[in-house]
């Protein structure tokens, strides 16, 4: 038997506390701007490697400079709707998009020189710390990644399962009851006005006039981003999640506010993870109250909750858990070890595609395509039917944006044990099915990932592709955003073509994903542990 000191050496060896990642804030002003000014925080969805906007952005940035806005302009750029790569993303194969924005790098660098100048990321740093208050926590503010992120966003994923997945889990020891909730279109329905609010500490003790300026520059940006619309914040950047983060920290200060005004003397505690709200308290009639509260300053900024997804649960271990994931704990795993519990690859991708609807886009899909993805690359001979195959993959694609590159994997690889031609007709097929759909122009990027290759070697096919970063890639010269707005003599010899990194070019052919193995096994490693818990 153990004595109770070897028990807890036992406990603490196999255990190791979860370190946080340093977030954006942890950087001083110059190193900021560099890190906004990447290709990985420009656009943080994920796409083909070969796509890059480094050179763009310094580009921008040594024609710029600190260059006054209205030095550099010719005319208004609000009234002219291609100055960003605007793409609606298909969610569901039907009507559910989701609004994606290439910034027009001009705009995005004034944005970023805006927060980032001194003087202005230390009163950003001083409102952050305003914001920070006792029982709210704030778990999205942008994280630094890892040199060599082992998966697309593995410190983003990792920042979130343990901050706000795992935490809740912890607090279910301590509370009873857990109030669930996030904001319909948080992104879509910003108003603009209240980054003055946010930034002046509109309404608190704290109320000042220092940051108007800082404030109505970042409001005539994103004015100009968005063909003038004074509504909303793009999709895409992550400098726009930091004013995101920077409005929501301000609702957290007014809740916090309201709460003390109340005199609730209930313990409580809140996660937000962006729009994302999980309230703990023991007294249900204080939580009703802290609810109605949140929804009281949501609605102050604009924001509203959104009804399907607000409830109060006694039943805090599963329901901090996405359902997508519940649901694969709770029944018997696709995958034992390494290998599908089906025994094959038609059946186990039907029951993906099946899984795709109960739980559309979610994040279990990518998970089960990877490890199947894993499986079929190991296979040198596939016996079942291909063609047949690739279609339910791709149903799988058009149906479930967030992995559709994913399941073009899975058609990549199965293609590959065809001859030329059967190749290239099925592959044709799919595009043919995948463009015909409305929005896809982010597909176009994985499809053309795919086809890369062999399109080359058709040196007379049509182009398929009409996404201007697709046309790029395809050898076409192709002006990604429109900077007749500005001065001449700031756009000249503008790198559009740098956009594609042609060393990275000829991987294309069997998508060449960030994602490794260690994704599998860290996310089975963690359903496993879930699974024994619940």
Not at 163 to 189: H, P, V, W
Not at 278 to 295: P, V, W
Request: proline letters at 4%.
């Amino acid at each position: 038997m153990l004595t109770t000191i070897q028990h807890k050496k036992a406990l603490s060896a196999s255990f190791t506390p979860y370190t946080p990642p340093d977030n954006i804030l942890s950087l001083d002003a110059s190193g900021a701007e560099k890190f906004l000014l990447s290709t990985a925080q420009y656009m943080n969805c994920e796409m083909p490697e070969y796509i890059v906007f480094d050179d763009v952005l310094q580009f921008v940035k040594d024609k710029i400079g600190n260059k006054p806005f209205k030095e550099c302009i010719e005319s208004n750029p609000d009234c002219l709707y291609d100055v960003s790569l605007n793409m609606l993303a298909n969610k569901d194969g039907h009507y559910a998009v989701r609004p994606l924005t290439l910034a027009n790098p001009y705009l995005y660098y004034f944005i970023v020189r805006e927060l980032c100048s001194k003087n202005n990321w230390k009163a950003i740093k001083d409102c952050f710390k305003k914001y920070t208050v006792k029982h709210i926590s704030a778990c999205a503010i942008p994280v630094i990644p890892q040199e060599n992120e082992s998966f697309h966003k593995s410190t983003t994923i990792l920042n979130w399962w343990n901050n706000l997945e795992q935490r809740a889990l912890s607090l279910s020891l301590e509370y009873k009851y857990m109030f669930i909730t996030d904001i319909t279109n948080c992104y879509g329905t910003v108003n603009p006005q209240t980054i003055d609010w946010a930034l002046s500490l509109k309404g608190t003790e704290s109320e000042n006039n220092r940051n108007k300026t800082m404030a109505s520059n970042i409001i005539r940006y994103l004015s100009a981003l968005q063909q003038g619309r004074n509504i909303g914040l793009p999709q895409g950047g992550v400098a726009f999640n930091l004013i995101g983060e920077i409005i929501l920290g301000y609702a957290d200060l007014l809740l916090h506010n309201k709460i003390q005004q109340a005199k609730i003397k209930a313990n409580y505690e809140i996660i937000r993870y962006c729009d994302d709200y999980r309230i703990f308290c023991n007294d249900m009639s204080a939580l009703q109250k802290i609810s109605y509260l949140l929804q009281e300053v949501l609605e102050l900024l604009n924001f509203r909750m959104n009804s399907q997804k607000t409830k109060i649960t006694c039943s805090i271990v599963t329901d901090a858990i996405k359902p997508d994931k519940l649901w694969y704990i709770e029944n018997t795993p696709v995958f034992k070890g390494k290998e599908s519990s089906f025994g094959g690859i038609q059946k186990t991708l039907m029951y993906i595609l099946l899984f795709g609807r109960k739980f559309p886009n979610g994040g279990q899909l990518k998970t089960m395509l990877s490890k199947l993805n894993k499986i079929i690359e190991k296979k040198k001979n596939i016996i079942e039917n291909i063609p047949a195959m690739c279609a339910i993959a791709v149903e799988i694609a058009a149906e479930n944006v967030n992995v559709s590159h994913y399941a073009l994997r899975i058609v990549g690889q199965l293609v590959k044990k065809l001859k030329a031609k059967e190749r290239r007709a099925i592959t044709d097929n799919v595009v043919r099915k995948l463009i015909a759909r409305p929005n896809t122009k982010y597909d176009q990027l994985w499809l053309q990932n795919m086809t890369y290759a062999d399109d080359c070697k058709r040196k007379n096919s049509p182009n398929k592709y009409d996404f201007p970063l697709c046309r790029i890639v395809s050898g076409y010269d192709e002006k990604i955003w429109n900077n007749s707005w500005l001065k001449p003599s700031l756009t000249d010899g503008f790198p559009y073509t740098s956009v594609m990194d042609k060393t990275k070019l000829p991987k294309a052919t069997n998508f060449d994903f960030r994602e490794t193995r260690s994704y599998n096994e860290w996310l089975v490693k963690q359903l496993n542990e879930e699974r024994e818990q619940l």
